[in-house]
């Protein structure tokens, strides 16, 4: 590997030789950030690249990868659909020789690339939810945010508390769901935790991704007698659910299972009846204050979590090469696996920190919950992530 | 009895809209025989031109459907002419390459030209609904549903009263024949085709009053939109609303009785049981 980083070096100096830029000397290293830039789920494969591309500003004012003295590059790999994922990070790792990925918020997705990275033995982190990702005893995969499980156990447990401490306990609710990977695992959670809270769930009931329709849902909702509902939606669903709730006055509140519920659109589509809807949230802008000022600044649009994360995975990973001190994969695993970082981005996330148990899973982060107020989403539970105090049925609740 | 009639109530209304996104498919099929794979592509392009109506001319979705129609119309026309008119007497799996690449293009090029964002408009009266007793009757459902009775009867007058509406049937009946009488059949096949993209766009414009679009909008109404022309009888104007309103109703009536999950589920039991025993669809042959 010695021998090799020479080469490189020399390979770099010759090739920088007739530049007068003041340019680090050895070949810039390679990460992949393998997300969807095409196809339904793309808006948020975009959000990703910005986060990415934002964190990238950072390392590089920071002089790149210090130890290598080398530039960090980004290669890009549209995965519109799972079915594209394994054949993309084939070609991220042979062709383009990249030595780690980030990636690739569908959790369908990460789960068929995450099969490959292991095979080839190249570090990725993800933000996706699925359970399965780190429960598969892979040595190659990380993931910063919490388990599908333990989103959907906590958006049932903070709304329970809250509602408690607002002194309206709740005692019947509903649960509507998409019915992919992302809807089922959380509604899970949602189901496991009102069981073991004892509150009865008075509707339980999946939707295809594409409906056309929400008023046979919402006459559902409305029939059970919930005094509280939890959809787990992308967005278009997520939209026509609550338009629906309005026109036919249902006014309960909504906790929101993230996705469809924390993007800017959400706000473009509904206007002031976003107003104090709830959601679950793994990251949220207003703990990373001046990085979302640059993103909004830059975007025009508030950070959107997955901006946040992801930039977040990707200085982790600069930072483990740096520590490496090497472009291996395997050494870039290890180090991955032992950094804590606690600066930049990371500093950003719940938990302040970016760090990994022996699964690969998060050993700091924990799920917070948000809600709408004006143009701005907040965090408003548990109490030590805080910025404001959340709002149940129009009172402020201490 | 209550959930049964506010079921029926939105199964109308909405089935209404279907009626109208699919009259165009219908329409195109019954003049040219071609399957218009890319159908609804052009409803997403007219949601598209209502977005835009919407946001920089401030149009209601409902009136900036007019301009969807135009769009749909010329785009749709130009694409015939140019593109589709090539095929008219190729095999079949000539004509299926090319409208599903015409899908692929203009999903695609949806996605350059816009990006990948939802986009939704926001009018008065989208979380108004008119309470009659137990019963709520969705406004923008409601004005959604008026619209696509207004445009029908159009389409009904001007297939029946006009001399392009002639000359369409004519040339539906016999292409031959009608061209003996001095109807110009490529003209006709470029304005048929165009009326039926203009109304499947327009369908897209009213859909946008209660939704949202982005490029993929199409690939969620297409299964639909094939669904309801077929229940109708491919080819019949008619049929298809009639067929619209069914499908409507059934996606509706079934959530009753079965998880939402599967609502098209019961739809395509009853599409397959009809095509079993009535296969040239509800309406299929009685009119065009």
Known sequence: MFGKSILAAVAGIAAFGASFEYAPAAEPVKIGVLVPLSGSTSQFGINTRNGVELALEDIKAAGGIKSLGADVELVYADVPAPNAAAAAVQRLVSQDKVVGIVGSFVSSTTLAASEVTERLGVPMITHSFADQITSRGYKYIFQVSNKASTIGQKQFDYAVEIAKRAGKPITKAAILYEDTAYGTAQAKGLRDAAAAAKIPVVLDESYPLNVTDASPLVNKIRASGADLVFPVSYFNDALMIIRTMKQQKLDIPTVGGAAGYIVPDFKKGLGEFTEGVFSIAPANYDNAPAIAARYKAKHGMFMAHEALMYGAAFQHMVKAIDEAKSRDPDKIRDAIAKLKKCDGFSAGLPGGCTAFDANGLTSVAFPIFVQWKGEDIATVYPPEAAKAPPVWHGKDVK | ?288
Request: glycine letters at 12%; charged letters at 5%.
């Open chain 2, 1 to 288: 009895m209550i959930a049964f009639i506010q079921a029926l109530i939105d199964g109308v209304l909405v089935g209404g809209v279907y009626g109208v996104i699919a009259v165009g498919l219908s329409l195109v099929f019954g003049v040219l025989g071609i399957v218009n794979f890319a159908q609804a592509e052009f409803m997403m392009m007219g949601m598209y031109a209502a977005w835009f109506a919407w946001r920089y001319l401030g149009l209601d979705p409902l009136i900036g459907a007019v301009f969807s129609f135009l769009v749909g119309f010329g785009i749709g026309a130009l694409a015939q002419r140019f593109l589709i008119q090539r095929v008219m007497n190729a095999p079949h799996v000539s004509q299926i390459f090319l409208t599903v690449g015409i899908l692929i293009v203009m999903e695609n090029a949806a996605l350059l030209l816009f990006g990948a964002d939802f986009r939704t408009v926001q009018t008065p009266y989208q979380t108004q609904s008119l309470q009659l007793g137990p019963f709520f009757v969705s406004v923008p459902y409601l004005a959604a549903f008026g619209m696509a009775l207004v445009v029908s009867v159009a389409l009904w007058l001007v297939m029946a009263r006009t001399w392009i509406g002639r000359a369409i049937r004519a040339t539906a009946q016999n292409a031959m024949a009608a061209g003996i009488f001095g109807v110009d059949a490529k003209r006709v096949y470029m304005v048929a085709f165009g009326l039926g993209t203009g109304l499947t766009a327009f369908g897209g414009g009213i859909i946008l009053s209660y939704s949202s679009v982005s490029p993929t909008s199409g690939a969620q109404y297409v299964v639909l939109m094939f669904t309801v022309v077929v229940l109708g009888g491919l080819g019949s104007v008619m049929g298809a609303i009639i067929g619209g309103v069914a499908v409507g109703i059934i996606q509706s009536l079934s959530t009753l009785v079965m998880p939402i999950q599967v609502q098209n589920l019961a739809l395509f039991v009853i599409f397959i049981a009809l095509l079993t025993f009535r296969p040239q669809g509800l309406l299929g042959g009685a009119s065009r």
